[in-house]
């Protein structure tokens, strides 16, 4: 077991504690907790038990462990996604978990998918109005002024228009690409717009013909992060399919006459100064 040094709880891992329940990276806890020495993050009976199903050819939900022992990809596929239902159908869910699971709605009540998911998100939304942690919280006038101006300057930056079809349709902005915009506008091309129109596409960045990709490695299955079968379940994909699509978008934008360099999430929040070199680079006629 690990002692985490900032509650002294116990744990197997370190990583997703470190996030949820503090708040702070793992290089930021390094920085603060053991800033000269190698800091384990997994417990050694952890790394014993990842060493075993990783002899026995991976994790049962992986494809690489079904393959190896002679089934097809898509029979692999096939006894993933039983063992994951099996495992969900076996879960003790309660009766507020049970309302915000799509199944219920699709099974129960004989909604779409896509019915399932909007009706979902509107108990979500619902729930979290009435969230406790956010019960007697009232913004001053102040604060009201604040969030008013900060999200005006973001609707001016990205075009009003553009603004309301970006969240209808294309899910929205991460903080992340935001800043990465606004520092790239401000520092390197002020003329560069974001979420613009490209036949089909609607690109993160561009300027004149060069379209820079903010990806985010959740979404796009950063291969650094996600090994191929590494199954999304947010989006029903496995990680190489999400980047094949990724691909395929960049070679169809080449084929408009298109330039494009990918930013990925953890590249920028890592080393900013790199990306912006590199963005430099790319828009070669600044």
């Not at 014993?48 to 990809?73: D, E, F, M, N, P």
């Not at 079809?165 to 091309?189: D, L, N, P, R």
């Not at 080449?254 to 360099?261: E, K, M, P, Q, W």
């Amino acid at each position: 077991m690990i002692t985490c040094l900032i509650c002294k709880k116990e744990l197997k891992q370190l990583h997703q504690h470190l996030k949820k329940a503090h708040n702070i990276t793992v290089c930021e806890y390094r920085s603060i907790y053991n800033y000269n020495g190698k800091l384990q993050y997994v417990s050694n009976e952890d790394k014993q038990k990842r060493s075993l199903i990783a002899k026995s050819g991976g994790s049962i939900l992986s494809v690489t462990y079904w393959t190896k022992k002679g089934y097809s990809i898509e029979e692999a596929k096939r006894n993933i996604s039983k063992i994951q239902s099996n495992n969900n159908s076996k879960r003790n869910y309660s009766a507020k978990e049970i309302i915000i699971n799509t199944e219920y709605w699709i099974q129960k009540h004989g909604y779409s998918y896509d019915e399932a998911v909007k009706k979902v998100s509107e108990i979500q939304a619902s729930r979290s109005r009435k969230s406790s942690k956010f019960t007697g919280k009232n913004h001053s006038d102040i604060s009201k002024q604040s969030i008013s101006v900060s999200m005006s300057k973001h609707i001016k930056t990205v075009g009003s228009t553009k603004w309301v079809s970006h969240f209808g349709v294309f899910g929205g902005q991460s903080k992340a690409e935001i800043e990465c915009y606004e520092t790239i506008k401000k520092e390197i091309c002020n003329d560069i717009q974001a979420n613009v129109s490209v036949d089909k596409y609607v690109v993160d960045m561009i300027y004149k013909t060069y379209v820079i990709e903010f990806n985010g490695d959740y979404w796009h299955a950063n291969p650094s992060i996600y090994e191929d079968e590494y199954f999304n379940q947010t989006v029903k994909k496995y990680a190489k399919e999400i980047r094949q699509n990724d691909l395929d978008r960049i070679s169809n934008l080449h084929i408009l006459g298109y330039n494009v360099f990918t930013i990925w999430e953890s590249d920028w929040k890592k080393n900013r100064l790199l990306v912006l070199e590199q963005v430099k680079k790319f828009i070669n006629d600044i």
